[in-house]
T-cell receptor, first 115, second 113 residues
Framework: DTGVSQDPRHKITKRGQNVTFRCDPISEHNRLYWYRQTLGQGPEFLTYFQNEAQLEKSRLLSDRFSAERPKGSFSTLEIQRTEQGDSAMYLC?????????????FGPGTRLTVT | GENVEQHPSTLSVQEGDSAVIKCTYSDSASNYFPWYKQELGKRPQLIIDIRSNVGEKKDQRIAVTLNKTAKHFSLHITETQPEDSAVYFCAALGDGGNNRLAFGKGNQVVVIP
């Protein structure tokens, strides 16, 4: 499968624990995005990278959230001291920045449940 | 920031009929408008998109129209089939060309066999 992949697909954790998710984008894509999706809502932008540089973060991304893309390939999203309100589907997407190209392709998501 | 709204929230159609979903956006500088289909438990899948320099784009049974003056765009599905049943999200590329997509809340489309 040459699409965007995410790991794990499901994560159940207790409140207060830290969790880390991984995203592997489509191999030639230089942009990588993180979104959060809750039930009955569309994806909400969290942050994005161009290569290894994190270019923008949403106000939704509190200081408990951190994302990295150290080598410009895969990315990790860490949530520290999880809260029940963090329960959601965390989606990763990637795109290739080129003239006239804006298409973003999504991974299957990591469903986080905080108990 | 960009604000995208979708109507109706739920749409039921008889198999073979057409379905139309309309979205409005707030930022007149937005220039890219994709539509995603999401089946239960699956990833959002890009099905069609349109840029602000065209008014209509068609791909087999799916078409998208854009009215920049009114700031709305619509998804048209003709000859609907049961496999078209899903949640459809519209999105708009926000300001600054930063590729931050703003999504609507989604439309549940149910095709009745």
């Amino acid at each position: 499968d040459t699409g965007v992949s995410q790991d794990p697909r499901h994560k159940i954790t207790k409140r207060g624990q830290n969790v880390t998710f991984r995203c592997d984008p489509i191999s030639e894509h230089n942009r990588l995005y993180w979104y959060r999706q809750t039930l009955g809502q569309g994806p909400e932008f969290l942050t994005y990278f161009q290569n290894e540089a994190q270019l923008e973060k949403s106000r939704l991304l509190s200081d408990r959230f951190s994302a990295e893309r150290p080598k410009g390939s895969f990315s990790t999203l860490e949530i520290q001291r999880t809260e029940q309100g963090d329960s959601a589907m965390y989606l990763c997407a990637s795109s290739l920045v080129s003239t006239g190209s804006n298409e973003q392709y999504f991974g299957p998501g990591t469903r986080l449940t905080v108990t | 920031g960009e604000n995208v709204e979708q109507h109706p929230s739920t749409l039921s159609v008889q198999e073979g009929d057409s379905a139309v979903i309309k979205c409005t956006y707030s930022d007149s500088a937005s220039n890219y408008f994709p539509w995603y289909k999401q089946e239960l438990g699956k990833r959002p899948q890009l099905i069609i998109d349109i840029r602000s320099n065209v008014g209509e784009k068609k791909d087999q049974r799916i078409a998208v129209t854009l009215n920049k003056t009114a700031k709305h765009f619509s998804l048209h599905i003709t000859e609907t089939q049961p496999e078209d049943s899903a949640v459809y999200f519209c999105a708009a590329l926000g300001d600054g060309g930063n590729n931050r997509l703003a999504f609507g809340k989604g439309n549940q489309v149910v095709v009745i066999p």
